[in-house]
């Protein structure tokens, strides 16, 4: 045994500097993965299987970001992703690592505005138009692209029209209402509210895409699609909604959203926020998510909604059901993953690879409840009456 120890040791110190990295590397990230009961090229589905011996040394040197785009460079493989991000975010093995990628992540984040009305639109270019027929084969029949309600669902389609539903029955909307959509997708929310409440809805969206095929979409149907920036808003509306939009707003413009939504809101009307979220104050999202799909994005707090709500609204309600992000996400893979060849030769496999692991690492993070979301119900001080909270 001391022989074979010995010899081992004389061959590692006569190894390549790069080997040796490699090799030390790859010693700390298996401990790290230790507690969280995941192994390097174990045979579970879970576990990360390497396929290029440099991915410990990328990780350790770039963090999420390296692990990310390891991943769609093919160095590295996993059978459910998933699974993988569950166990190390509950885990919570990041705070052992501390890249120099993260701390400039982290120091841009906070010292400059990354939404600022000319960065507004990079999001639209980078995410949301990468095609209206991906999306089509990707999302429900009506495209909602947010967190569907599956309280009483069994389908896609089911868990996003109880969605919609429960946001109209919580704003109470009422025939002839004017609503402002901010962030409108393709208007899958103003389609409903229109066909089975009878109301008006003005939407704004920053994708060229999305508006163009909303405004097929909402034919003969008193809705409008604006391609603005929401600080733009300045006219009166009964109701407001935002699904899915406030996580590209960012921290230093809370306020500036927050006072769109008073000066636009009747004063007995009602406003409603639905948005992602996260457990506690940090750099806002990860980096591989702020390059590859969300540029600019930030995840609030609830403290941070809530202190740019006050002395501007009254908090009539908040639901928390970011589980069911989880289920949605899977829906939607399985959907992209049935409907993917229809799109390799267009989109490309690093492309294919990069779309996998953002569905499934983000899947990962609800089922480990990292991040949340949330429906808040807002009024204006004075509002006269008491909110009827909804069972769901």
């Known amino acids: 045994m001391n022989r074979v120890s010995s010899t081992e040791t004389l061959g590692a110190r006569n190894a ?22 995941v192994r390097l090229d174990g045979k579970r589905p879970w576990d990360i299987r390497l396929l290029d011996p440099s991915v410990p040394d990328r990780v350790l040197s770039q963090g999420t970001l390296g692990l990310g785009e390891a991943y769609m460079d093919g160095h590295w493989s996993c ?50 138009d990468i095609g209206n027929d991906f999306y089509a084969a990707m999302l429900d029949a009506r495209m909602t692209y947010t967190c569907g309600f599956w309280q009483h669902a069994a389908t896609l389609d ?7 539903d429960l946001v109209c029955r919580k704003l109470a909307l009422q025939p002839g209402m004017r609503v402002l959509d901010i ?47 929401y600080r733009t808003l300045d006219e009166p509306f009964d109701r407001i ?38 457990n506690e104050e940090g750099h806002g999202t990860d980096p591989w998510i702020h390059r590859y799909i969300f540029p600019n994005g930030e995840l609030p707090t609830l403290a941070q909604i809530g202190r ?11 639901h928390s059901f970011g589980a069911d992000y989880d289920r949605t996400l899977m829906a939607w893979h399985a959907n992209f993953t049935a409907a993917w060849p229809r799109f390799e030769e267009r989109l490309g496999e690093r492309f294919e690879r990069m779309w996998r692991y953002y569905l499934l690492c983000c899947a990962g993070a609800f089922r480990a409840r990292d991040i949340q979301v949330w429906q808040w119900v807002l009024s204006m001080p004075g509002r006269p009456g008491v909110y009827p909270r909804l069972a769901g």
């Open 16 to 37: 390549p500097p790069a080997r040796r990295r490699d090799s030390k590397a790859r010693r700390f990230i298996e401990q790290v993965l230790e507690s969280a009961d």
């Open 241 to 278: 909604v935002s699904l899915g939009m406030f996580e590209h707003v960012g921290q230093k413009n809370h306020d500036a959203y927050m006072q769109v939504v008073r000066r636009c809101l009747h004063p007995w009307g009602l406003a409603l926020l639905h948005t992602i979220g996260r």
């Open 308 to 318: 740019a709500c006050e002395r501007r609204f009254v908090v009539e309600d908040l």
């Open 79 to 128: 059978e459910r992703i998933d699974e993988l991000f569950d166990r190390v975010l509950r885990a919570d093995i990041a705070r052992r690592f501390t890249t120099r990628a993260a701390f400039w992540h982290v120091l841009r984040a906070r010292l400059v505005n990354l939404q600022t009305p000319s960065r507004a639109w990079q999001v639209g270019r980078t995410h949301y």
């Open 158 to 164: 089911e868990a996003q029209e109880h969605k919609l």
């Open 183 to 229: 962030g409108c997708g393709w208007g899958s929310f103003m389609r409903f509210a229109a066909e089975r409440y009878g109301v008006q809805c003005v939407g704004v969206t920053i994708s060229a895409e999305q508006a163009a095929l909303g405004r097929q979409r909402c034919a003969g149907l008193p809705v409008e699609f604006r391609l603005a920036d």
